[in-house]
């Protein structure tokens, strides 16, 4: 079913602005092949195939040899400068340089709705889940002859992972650009949801065991009696969340993992019965849902949790963040992290007239894995992760040359452009040890978070295919946060000391979940993430989330919880969320039969 089309009124300059960023104009109606048919869900063996000669890394390229293309990405992000250092000698190497453009003010669905409605893309796009509407559109170009020429490309993922993202027409059209490791999971950082606390509230507290919910937020709250301002005289809020647009799911998706389930995202999967009779369980009406949001309206009740947190944007919410004034909240590691640490290095004007660094003073973020009682076990942190095939990268329609996209996407793989991607050049971002380890020094670590050496000098492409894990050298990891020394070397003094109290070497042992092997059903939201409003089950489950995205504000914030809870109770099961549950429990029973037909056991 095709998704409504909704055009904003007053941002068609944003539409002429992603045009004049492609290198080319496509034709209306999209790119016509040169047998004459166009591109809805067209079998790919029916286009001319790639030109197969070239597949390696050009060695140098001039400038009038270099193809610009354009990428738009439906987050926000920071331009790199022209002539930005590594950009222009990734260039050199593989005759391709791509100019990014970053979601504007306003949401992911808005901007691809523009893109459809102008009938003009550019020539590469990395979207969410609104993804789906330019492949439902015909605007993107399938990947499978084109996996068959470029060795990197196929191998970034196996035949089996590749399959998951093809779809019913029987092509592939993007790939998840994160999370993939090559060889092992060298992770250590914990790029989930949890519950962030700043290191200096731990280690006020003499670095204490903190596993429940009632245990954090007295933490917080004496925290903040004790030590109501910043240096600066910023007064601290203890606590704070986001309600906007989709990322509310950092509000409404911590009841599962507080009753010791892994992120199945869309329901929990109870196997007291053992793993060959699984039972799907809704979290948003159980025990541990009802005593988290009743604790959250108690903590807004007393002025803990920020009375702002309902109407806040997302770029309030980072602000605030970066103030340094935030003690704990809780959210994907990833949505904010990256702001944040930049600003913590900051330097600051106290109150005093001395300067200080929010770094300095152990305003970072720690994740802690919270559960409903003392002693049980939890499940925060997801050990080999699993492929979010719901959007990625692809490659459209209005590309001017389709065989050249892709083969720069092959070329980013290669270890020579990885390692210019997130290590940068050597002898100027890194050196080489004797034993062929790469390590920084103090200075070159500085550097590489310093936001204007980001712009003018590094180029990681962050949002096309990279690796995680390990490099094709055996030696050195693909990326500088998961070297062991390089990772630890870089964390802020008070961040070590943390780690060190709490005998972790990083933040996945920080958080402390258990390592336990996934189910074959895991994880279910890579199956309720890809459900449109076209079934009743999909209905089922997009106005359940429009019913959590109305009420639960409202029941933080009601004066009598019980009363608003249970009114709460009453419009989500108008909602019919069991025709949502059976669906999701056949679902699960699919997964396990297939997994048995193919020789799996508990």
Not at 101 to 120: F, N, Q
Not at 188 to 198: G, K, V
């Amino acid at each position: 079913m095709k998704r409504f089309r909704r055009l904003i009124t007053g941002v068609l300059v944003f539409a002429t602005a992603l045009s004049a960023c492609a290198c080319s104009t496509p034709s209306k109606g999209g790119r016509t092949y040169v047998d004459g048919t166009k591109p809805e869900h067209r079998n790919s063996s029916q286009s001319e195939p790639p030109d197969p000669d070239v597949t390696a890394v050009p060695t140098s390229g001039t400038d009038d040899q270099i193809t610009d293309f354009s990428m738009f990405i439906t987050v926000s992000g920071a331009k790199k400068e022209y002539g930005n250092e590594i950009k222009e000698l990734i260039a050199e190497k593989t005759g391709v340089r791509v100019e990014e453009t970053w979601l504007p003010a306003l949401t992911a669905e808005e901007a691809i709705d523009i893109l459809i409605a102008s009938d003009e893309f550019p020539d590469y796009v990395y979207a969410g889940d609104e993804i789906e509407a330019l492949y439902e559109n015909g605007s993107l170009i399938p990947w499978d002859e084109y996996l068959e020429i470029y060795p990197n490309l196929k191998s970034y993922y196996s035949e089996a992972q590749w399959d998951k993202f093809r779809k019913d027409d029987g092509h592939i059209y993007w790939a998840n650009v994160f999370e993939n490791f090559n060889q092992k999971d060298t992770s250590t950082e914990h790029n989930y949801l949890a519950f962030w606390i700043q290191a200096r509230v731990l280690e006020w507290a003499g670095y204490p065991e903190v596993e429940t919910l009632d245990q954090y937020f007295d933490l917080l709250e004496r925290y903040a009696e004790a030590n109501p301002v910043l240096p600066d005289g910023t007064e601290v809020i203890p606590y704070t969340c986001i309600c906007e647009s989709w990322r509310y799911y950092s509000l409404e998706s911590a009841p599962q993992f507080l009753a010791g389930f892994p992120n199945d995202g869309s329901v929990i999967v109870d196997t007291s019965n053992g793993p060959l009779e699984p039972q799907v369980m809704d979290y948003n009406t159980s025990d541990a849902a009802k005593m988290y949001f009743k604790k959250l309206n108690e903590e807004y009740g007393k002025g803990v949790l920020d009375p702002e947190f309902a109407i806040q944007t997302y770029d309030e919410y980072v602000s605030k963040l970066c103030t340094g004034r935030v003690l704990g909240l809780c959210d994907q590691q990833w949505d904010f992290i990256y702001s944040v640490r930049d600003s913590f290095g900051q330097l600051r004007r106290a109150e005093d007239g001395s300067t200080f660094k929010l770094s300095d003073i152990g305003c970072d973020y720690v994740p802690l894995g919270l559960v409903v009682e003392e002693g049980m076990d939890q499940l925060w942190h997801s050990y080999g992760a699993e492929i979010n095939v719901s959007g990625g990268i692809a490659v459209t329609e209005g590309c001017s040359d389709p065989n050249l996209a892709f083969r720069f996407l092959n070329d980013l793989l290669s270890q020579e452009i990885h390692d210019l991607r997130f290590w940068g050049i050597e002898g100027v971002d890194y050196y080489v040890d004797d034993d062929l380890t790469y390590y920084r020094t103090e200075e070159m670590r500085a550097k590489w978070k310093d936001p204007e050496y980001k712009t003018d000098h590094i180029c990681e492409y962050a949002y096309m295919p990279q690796w995680r894990g390990m490099s094709s050298d055996g030696i050195n990891c693909m990326k500088p946060d998961d070297q062991p020394g390089e990772y630890k070397a870089g964390l802020p003094e008070p961040v070590r000391n943390c780690l060190d109290a709490y005998g972790a070497g990083n933040f996945v042992d920080m958080i402390g979940s258990v390592e336990k092997k996934s189910y074959p059903w895991f994880p279910m939201w890579s199956w309720s993430n890809t459900l449109g409003m076209d079934t009743p089950y999909g209905l089922a489950y997009y106005k359940m989330g429009e019913c959590k995205h109305q009420w639960l504000p409202q029941v933080i914030m009601s004066s009598n919880f019980e009363s608003t809870w249970d009114s709460y109770m009453l419009a989500y099961q108008d909602c019919k969320p069991q025709v949502f549950l059976d669906a999701a429990q056949a679902e699960v029973d699919t997964r396990l039969n297939e997994a048995l037909e193919n020789g799996w056991t508990p």
